[in-house]
């Protein structure tokens, strides 16, 4: 079973400015994908960005890029040039490869944009 | 394509009662997850379906919830006897599965709260 721990409950950022989300998981698979979900106020999960375990590049979406570090077991999300609509529950999840594809999250972390 | 939607968008409902939630997930695709998110807590998974078949059901919280997905198309879960301890989000998904590549997008609707009183 994969666990995913998010040790930020709450961060705060300045607008235009950027802020990193950790994240660490656990697995004994070697085959897995890791994502960013966006929880807005509006509750709905939005898909941020993606990564395949196999892959070394880390995943960018604009913005939103990820140091993605297989050996430490550790996700971050990056958000540059903070934007007042990117305030909302981030998670971070995990799934492997092949099977049910259900996805295991974190607890969660509350992002704060001041500007 | 109107995305993932669930009905109702909140429930109240007394404890012993039976409530029934509906998911009609984006319409190609042929996965459909029910996940539940309690206050301060990340979605946790329920169970899934692949076309109208149930894959995965020993995640279900208690033999009081059930779901069903007729015909591979919308999903409901139902929740028998209500608990207080059932207050909390019911979040649907869906994705496409093709062929032998599973590693496609989720996406999840806006969610159904249920309130127990």
């Known amino acids: 079973a994969q666990t995913v721990t998010q040790s930020q409950p709450e961060m705060s950022v300045q607008e235009a400015e950027t802020v990193t989300l950790s994240c660490t998981y656990d697995?004994?698979?070697?085959?897995?994908?890791l994502f960013w979900y966006k929880q807005p106020p509006s509750r709905q999960m939005i898909l941020v960005i993606r990564?395949?375990?196999?892959?070394?590049q880390n995943a960018t979406e604009n913005r939103f890029s990820v140091n993605f570090q297989k050996a430490a077991k550790s996700f971050s999300l990056k958000i540059s040039d903070s934007q007042l609509g990117d305030a909302a529950m981030y998670f971070c999840?995990?799934?492997?490869?092949?099977?049910?594809?259900?996805?295991?999250f974190g607890k969660g972390t509350k992002l704060s944009v001041i500007p | 394509d109107t995305g993932v939607s669930q009905d109702p968008r909140h429930k109240i409902t007394k404890r012993g009662q039976n409530v029934t939630f509906r998911c009609d997930p984006i319409?190609?695709?042929?996965?459909l997850y029910w996940y539940r998110q309690t206050l301060g807590q990340g979605p946790e998974f329920l169970t899934y379906?692949?076309?109208?078949?149930?894959?995965?059901k020993s995640r279900l919280l208690s033999d009081r919830f059930s779901a069903e997905r007729p015909k591979g198309s919308f999903s409901t879960l139902e929740i028998q006897r209500t608990e207080q301890g059932d207050s909390a989000m019911y979040l649907c998904?869906?994705?496409?599965?093709?062929?032998?590549?599973?590693?496609?997008?989720?996406?999840f609707g806006e969610g159904s709260w249920l309130t127990v009183v």
């Open positions: 990564q395949e375990a196999y892959k070394q």
């Open positions: 697995t004994s698979e070697s085959d897995y994908y």
């Open positions: 999840a995990c799934t492997l490869v092949g099977g049910s594809y259900q996805l295991t």
């Open positions: 379906f692949q076309n109208e078949a149930q894959l995965e």
């Open positions: 998904a869906s994705s496409l599965r093709q062929g032998g590549f599973s590693g496609n997008t989720i996406y």
């Open positions: 319409s190609e695709h042929n996965r």
